[in-house]
């Protein structure tokens, strides 16, 4: 069994948008003050011994612009909520694709999207990015100096030093809820609990949670992202739409992310 997910890029514009050939930037083009769109489409199968293929990607993209873009268009032009247009994209999509639909995960910004399953039409997940710079050392103290200094080589500067962390928490929402939890919502709670709380800080020296002579943890990626996930977890869970906290991302570089759980 495998998975593919292809990536179909396009947008919405005023007016009749003709087809391009650009795909990897996006089909129909953008025109002026458009609205740009990424739709993730993972399809799961057995892959065919003679094509070697799960499904032809050229008919992944011709299913979305024949079937999902009038969706989208119609939505931009009727200001229609986005998790329920992406509903209707998932249905529509796993009626018509040739394979099984896996998911549907509709890129909104670079920074926030929804996802679906046909399975599970009545939910959607909701993630948003965020970021918080913050120092730290990573020095454990049932190590000694000189194994400490060799584990954590530079992490290691008595002084510490600093990141750019990128925080990611996914959310499952009802969306026949009432109240609906929106982005707002998550924006709120985040804010609160997450980066007003360790923006700006020496995570050793400046928080309970990181400071391992008050019974804390070392700030390694993977401890800050079962920190934000517990910080998290039960604000979203108050909230009167029941949300759920399903894990968090953090991205110490670019280069390097946790999540928890996994």
């Known amino acids: 069994m495998h998975l593919l997910t292809r990536s179909v890029r396009f947008a919405i514009n005023h007016g009749v948008s003709p087809p391009g050939s650009n795909g990897f930037a996006g089909n129909p083009a953008i025109d002026g003050f458009g609205r740009w769109f990424e739709l993730l489409v ?11 293929y799960l499904i032809d990607i050229k008919a992944v993209d011709s299913h979305v612009r024949t079937h999902a873009l009038p969706l989208f268009e119609r939505a ?14 998932v249905r529509v999509l796993s009626g018509s694709l040739p394979v099984p639909l896996q998911s549907v995960r509709l890129c909104l910004t670079p920074y926030h999207d929804l996802e679906m399953a046909p399975s599970d039409t009545a939910h959607a997940l909701i993630r948003q990015r965020f970021d918080f ?17 060799k584990l954590y080589g530079k992490c290691n500067n008595p002084r510490g030093h600093g990141h750019n962390y990128i925080v990611q928490p996914v959310v499952q929402v009802r969306l026949d809820g009432a109240p609906a939890f929106s982005l707002a919502d998550l924006e709120s709670i985040t804010d609160s609990a997450v980066i007003k709380h360790f923006d700006h800080k020496h995570l050793n020296e400046d928080t309970t949670e990181f400071n391992v002579n008050q019974g804390g943890v070392l700030p390694s990626v993977e401890n800050i992202a079962r920190i934000c996930y517990e910080r998290l977890g039960p604000v979203i869970a108050a909230h009167a739409a029941s949300p759920k906290l399903i894990s968090v991302t953090v991205w110490e570089t670019d280069r390097t992310s946790a999540t928890f759980p996994a």
């Open 76 to 89: 931009v032009s009727e200001r229609l909520d986005p998790a329920q247009t992406l509903q209707s994209v």
């Open 42 to 52: 993972t399809c799961r199968g057995n892959i065919d011994p003679v094509t070697g």
């Open 133 to 149: 710079s913050a120092a730290h050392r990573l020095h454990s103290p049932a190590l000694s100096d000189a194994e400490n200094l």
